[in-house]
């Protein structure tokens, strides 16, 4: 027997299946970096933080790698401390679920993408590959001509913009018309969906293996 949740504003993430301690650390991580994007910029008009975040973000040079790597800790250092996932009650069995005390709402918000990332699963794949491949050969250029302001030529750019919104759309992200009005250029507002695309690939693998479920209520 399931106990009923201890508050209804917690949220239980459903398992199933058998874990490994691997597993545990994969979803405990891409949870928290899912969880922290969608705080910061699909929820950022709740978020008394946001212009302080902004302003950080703005003063980021997001180039390479690293750089995006590093900025999910930054995402989560501007959410406040009562809004930080903590864990409620974990029970193992078949199914069981972890409890999480959060921000309800962006619980929900991960729970819709996730069921929209997996819907269109094949082509936002596609999507993301062609995007992906756009900044690689980018990267090429700058790196032959040694020049790293190397920007995008016009048509380049009206072509992201398109794959931005389709990227943007199969993972459920709604936010990107206030992404761009932060950000305003095309590499970085594609390279964050990029590295959003990726951490929402590992958390849907779970979820494709029977391991996980996010209940949409």
Known sequence: MILKKYDAENYRVLLDERWTLENLNDFTRLYMQNYAFLYCLENNI?????????????????????????????????????ERPKVRAISYASPGFIELILNYEVAINIALSIAAFIKGLTATAETYNKLHSIFIELGRKRKEKQNHLLKLDVETIKHVRKLNEELAKGLGFNSLKDMYDNFGDEEEVSKLLLAHYRRMK??????????????LE
Do not use: Q
């Open 202 to 215: 590992g958390m849907s693998k779970l979820v494709k293996e029977g391991k996980i479920k996010f209940p």
């Open 46 to 82: 709740n978020n008394s933080r946001a212009a302080a975040l902004f302003n950080e973000l703005n003063e980021y040079k997001l180039r390479d790698g690293l750089t995006y790597v590093n900025i999910y800790s930054l995402f989560i250092k501007h959410i406040p401390s009562k």
